[in-house]
């Protein structure tokens, strides 16, 4: 019998821009789950654009976006109130698609993601409200690759616990989020990031590395978003840090925006707008890799000599493959992310954003000299990661499978 799930991740392509870390989480879930013999719908920013993405049906957002906290609260209680009773909702309501889908569907998967947390109370809103509905409807709720807060007031605290105790699995990505979720009173897994290995037992593509060379180049994916620090201060910094790292290395270096434009002759947004920078204030040349989508980026990484990134996915895709990894955090949040994914696969490289140059020159210097040993601690473990994501991916077929039965 075929299951079919409702599951919700931050996708959808929106103005043309992609997301590479988001869209890579939900494609792993996706093909996890069609490997075992269960489909999806997905809710999306992007109904349409998800829909033909993935090859499934997909549905909007319950709709929290610019609500104060006193709205979304009045929002949840209406369309949780109306769960076995969708024409209390407007017609035009998108509330009433969700609903209508959470019934037509064996069960709900909150989808791996950084985004619950009080930085992002819509997040919080959109999935509480969500797991809410399939309660009330007699649904299971499964909760993956998560990373906790590390910020959560007292109001999320209290949205968040009682909705993950209901949830018949709870996975998250780092330590820290399983002591947060112990904290809450949650019984939680912790494994890698769930798109640790989305695509690399692909059959070869026309534009995909020969996986008989040795990696090379020193790939950089840097995020807007600098945690307060000054901005022109660190483009110079990091300009400086990957000099060094052109020369220490004696690679080529490539800049690929993990947040940026689909189209590869657009003028530069996101992502790429920080690479521009970076690279105008650079002495070693440099070449930029266009966006593309997650599976390129997961080749490309992997492929790599070296990553040095601001953002949490290149880290994702290059550690397992042994790629040394300088990672370069803005925040405690960047940091339990990055120090979290790397831990995984034996490394522990990370600089803070506002001193990339000295500290993350250290740091570099340190990966490099020890990228042997780096790429012996990833195969080591990427055995038993590999089984252990498997056995997860199992156990939420099988939750959401016994709910048929």
Do not use: C
Request: charged share 25%; net charge negative; glycine share 8%.
């Amino acid at each position: 019998m075929l299951v079919r799930l409702l599951s919700i991740g931050d996708i959808g392509v929106s103005d043309g821009m992609m997301h590479i870390g988001d869209e890579a989480m939900f494609e792993a879930l996706r093909d996890e789950m069609r490997a075992r013999g269960v489909e999806l719908i997905a809710v999306s920013a992007e109904p349409a654009e998800s829909a033909d993405r993935y090859g499934i049906d997909a549905v909007p957002r319950i709709g929290f976006a610019g609500l104060s906290r006193d709205a979304a609260d009045a929002r949840m209680r209406e369309v949780v109130a109306a769960a076995k009773h969708p024409s209390s909702l407007g017609t035009d309501d998108s509330a009433r698609e969700i609903i209508d889908a959470v019934s037509a569907t064996d069960g709900v998967v909150i989808a791996g993601g950084g985004n619950l947390a009080s930085r992002w109370p819509v997040h919080i809103y959109e999935r509480v409200t969500l797991a809410a509905i399939a309660s009330e409807l007699g649904r299971p709720v499964v909760v993956t690759g998560q990373t906790l807060g590390p910020d959560l007031i007292d109001a999320d605290r209290a949205l968040l616990a009682p909705a993950l105790r209901a949830a018949r699995l709870v996975g998250v990505r780092e330590t820290r989020s399983l002591a947060l979720a112990a904290d809450l009173g949650v019984a939680a897994r912790v494994g890698v990031d769930d798109a640790s290995f989305l695509g690399d037992r692909d059959p070869g593509t026309d534009d995909e590395p020969d996986a008989s060379a040795p990696p090379s180049g020193v790939l950089v994916s840097l995020s807007l978003a600098l945690g307060g620090a000054q901005r022109d201060e660190t483009v110079a910094r990091l300009a400086r840090l990957i000099d060094h790292a052109a020369e220490l290395t004696g690679e080529p270096v490539a800049f690929h925006a993990h947040f940026g434009p689909l189209d590869p002759i657009s003028p530069a947004r996101g992502d790429a707008v920080l690479h521009d920078e970076v690279r105008a204030r650079m002495t070693s040349p440099s070449r930029v890799i266009p966006t593309g989508d997650p599976r390129a980026a997961a080749r490309l990484a992997r492929s790599s000599a070296l990553l040095i990134t601001g953002r949490y996915h290149p880290a994702v895709f290059a550690a397992p493959a042994g790629v040394p990894v300088v990672g370069l955090v803005a925040d405690d949040y960047t940091r339990i992310k990055q120090l979290g994914v790397l831990a995984h696969w034996g490394q522990d490289g990370v600089a803070p954003l506002a001193d990339a140059d000295a500290f993350g020159g250290a740091v570099l210097e340190r990966v490099w000299s020890s990228r042997a040993r780096i790429a012996e601690a990833a195969a080591e473990r990427e055995p038993r990661n590999r089984a252990e994501a498997a056995l997860w991916w199992d156990a939420v077929a099988d939750a959401e499978r016994r709910s048929t039965e």
